[in-house]
């Protein structure tokens, strides 16, 4: 019972337990899904036939989009994806992954099973060297 009430102990233990939870964060805040990196959506989009589903505005995506992805502003998803089938991999994208995010625990919630979002979004993509489209 020394240990705990000695101040260099307590002071010790309070920093390990902050500590842990800096770590645990991270993995808690992305509850709208599994991220994918661009490498990683490519990968699915190939091997999975994935859906990549842009919901950025549609002036945004006539500016530039990725080759393969379907334009559903995140307003109008559920109703707009009530045709696919719900076991089909979709990757959301959006500038930078947060509102995709939201948008993939809504998808979740209408009972699609394999929904990801692109980390970093847009932006990632294009950090990472691949290509656009431009309408």
């Not at 950025?56 to 992805?69: G, L, N, V």
């Not at 502003?73 to 991999?89: C, G, H, M, R, Y």
């Not at 500038?95 to 209408?110: F, I, P, Y």
């Amino acid at each position: 019972m020394d240990f705990l009430t000695n101040t260099n102990n307590l002071l010790i233990l309070v920093v390990a337990f902050i500590s842990g939870m800096m770590l645990l964060f991270p993995s808690l805040s992305k509850r709208g899904g599994q991220f994918l990196s661009p490498t990683q959506a490519t990968q699915k989009i190939n091997h999975q036939n994935a859906i990549l589903i842009d919901i950025r505005t549609a002036d945004s995506y006539k500016t530039s989009h990725i080759a393969q992805s379907r334009n559903i502003v995140a307003s109008e998803l559920v109703n707009k994806t009530e045709k696919i089938a719900k076991d089909k991999p979709i990757i959301l994208v959006c500038d930078s992954g947060r509102n995709a995010s939201k948008e993939a625990t809504t998808l979740r919630k209408q009972g699609f099973s394999d929904v990801s979002v692109l980390e970093g979004g847009l932006t990632a993509w294009v950090q990472a060297g691949l290509p656009l489209k431009k309408s």
